[in-house]
């Protein structure tokens, strides 16, 4: 069974930095293609960033810059570091495997507030 | 930039047809996929690459596209289908790769 367990959400500062995981099982994350997809409170979805199986990352043009997405094959997990938070980074991020995305997690909420 | 347009809303009796619609300029050129999200949940994935349908979807959901639309029909509809359904496609260019999704449309059951 494929299963996909997001962590680091919380609140932090303007400016300031997290790092999400997403822990995988039933499958491995250097097999597949990846993704972080975000969702502000009351609002749609938008995707954050992929991870390609051979290691090539996009993003959002809103994240470009300030986030990094990354994985660790050892630990099956993968990885968002945000920096820079901004207000409008506030959301629920879940991670999400394949294209489409056929399995996703249940989502950590991130707050980017004073 | 490509954009994805779906009707805020659509409401139906049980029983009847849904149909929603996800505009896009050639959508039909494109692989569209459809999404389902119940309040409080993570989406779920009800159509792929226009009309597929995964394991576990009901054959009442179906999915078409041509021109400049794409389709997601759900048929007899039940209470349980209410929910959110966004579309999404693959867009790529020369200097960027992401994917797109549409703003929603929230589909009620009365």
């Known amino acids: 069974e494929v299963l996909l367990v997001e962590s680091g959400g919380g609140l932090v500062q303007p400016g300031g930095s997290l790092r999400l995981s997403c822990a995988a099982s039933?499958?491995?994350?250097?097999?597949?293609?990846m993704n972080w997809v975000r969702q502000a409170p009351g609002k749609g979805l938008e995707w954050v960033s992929v991870i390609y199986r051979g290691g090539s990352t996009y993003y959002a043009a809103s994240v470009e810059g300030r986030f990094t997405v990354s994985r660790d094959i050892s630990k099956n997990t993968l990885f968002l570091q945000m920096n820079r938070l901004r207000p409008e980074d506030t959301a629920v991020y879940y991670c999400?495997?394949?294209?489409?995305?056929?399995?996703w997690g249940q989502g950590t909420l991130v707050t980017v507030s004073t | 930039s490509y954009v994805l347009t779906q009707p805020p809303s659509v409401s139906v009796a049980p029983g009847q047809t849904a149909t929603i619609t996800c505009g896009g300029n050639?959508?039909?050129?494109?692989?569209v996929h459809w999404y389902q999200q119940k309040p409080g949940q993570a989406p779920v994935l009800v159509i792929s690459y226009d009309s597929d349908r995964p394991s576990g979807i009901p054959e009442r959901f179906s999915g078409s596209n041509s021109g400049n639309t794409a389709t997601l029909t759900i048929s007899r509809v039940e209470a349980g289908d209410e929910a959110d359904y966004y579309c999404?496609?693959?867009?790529?260019?020369?200097?960027?790769?992401?994917?797109?999704f549409g703003g929603g449309t929230k589909l009620t059951v009365l």
């Open positions: 999400a495997r394949d294209l489409p995305a056929s399995d």
């Open positions: 039933g499958f491995t994350v250097g097999t597949n293609y």
């Open positions: 050639n959508i039909g050129s494109k692989s």
């Open positions: 999404q496609v693959w867009d790529s260019g020369t200097d960027h790769l992401f994917w797109l």
